[in-house]
């Protein structure tokens, strides 16, 4: 059922320590809306483990894939200010004031949908082969897009079940969506100079 190939352990057992240590700091904070987020995690992981031998994901998109897990867990668990501010809030480079550009936020969403991308192209690579040019590119980028548009889909769904979440407004997703955008084209970019493999 579930399968792992050369390699994955370690990927798996990173995934299960980062798990564990943000469930039980989520849980002692009773923060339901990253519980929720280590319950998707979760789910995409074993999505991930069960069809494993048949689709024979690359092992760097993996990384890639738990390095964004355990950013997008950092970023709700680890406080900042003496406990006032989550790491997600954190100005990295302040670009715009106005905006609140460029925040751990908007990192962590570039990495993720660009790792998002190198995920459906290695799911889409053997169904586009007859497609060449900027038509490929725009395929692969869509649907990292795509999983970034989904993401949002789950953050909004959070907010209806659980009061008091740091989701954000209009504005954010907004940042949140043209960051995802960011993200796919830096991994077609690298898609391509790695000539088709990741």
């Given at each position: 059922m579930f399968y792992l190939r050369k390699g994955q352990l370690p990927i798996f057992f990173v995934n299960l320590i980062y798990l564990l240590i943000f469930l039980f700091v989520f849980s002692s904070r009773r923060n339901y809306e990253f519980l929720s987020y280590i319950g998707v995690v979760v789910f995409?992981?074993?999505?991930?483990?069960?069809?494993?031998?048949?689709?024979?994901?690359?092992?760097?998109?993996?990384?890639?894939?738990?390095?964004?897990?355990?950013?997008?867990?950092?970023?709700?668990?680890?406080?900042?200010?003496?406990?006032?501010?989550?790491?997600?809030?954190?100005?990295?480079?302040?670009?715009?004031?106005?905006?609140?550009?460029?925040?751990?936020?908007?990192?962590?969403?570039?990495?993720?949908?660009?790792?998002?991308?190198?995920?459906?192209?290695?799911?889409?690579?053997?169904?586009?082969?007859?497609?060449?040019?900027?038509?490929?590119?725009?395929?692969?980028?869509?649907?990292?897009?795509?999983?970034?548009a989904m993401n949002e889909i789950i953050e909004f769904s959070v907010t209806i079940f659980v009061k008091n979440t740091g989701v954000g407004d209009f504005t954010n997703t907004s940042l949140d969506l043209i960051a995802d955008l960011l993200g796919g084209i830096l991994a077609a970019i690298w898609i391509k100079r790695k000539k088709g493999n990741i």
């Open positions: 995409f992981s074993v999505v991930i483990l069960m069809t494993n031998k048949k689709v024979k994901y690359p092992n760097s998109v993996l990384w890639g894939l738990t390095l964004w897990g355990a950013m997008h867990m950092s970023g709700g668990g680890i406080l900042l200010n003496a406990g006032t501010m989550r790491l997600y809030e954190l100005i990295l480079i302040p670009l715009s004031e106005e905006y609140g550009i460029f925040r751990y936020d908007q990192l962590v969403h570039i990495i993720g949908f660009g790792v998002s991308t190198l995920l459906m192209f290695s799911l889409l690579k053997p169904k586009l082969k007859e497609m060449k040019g900027f038509s490929l590119w725009l395929v692969i980028v869509m649907a990292g897009l795509g999983v970034g």
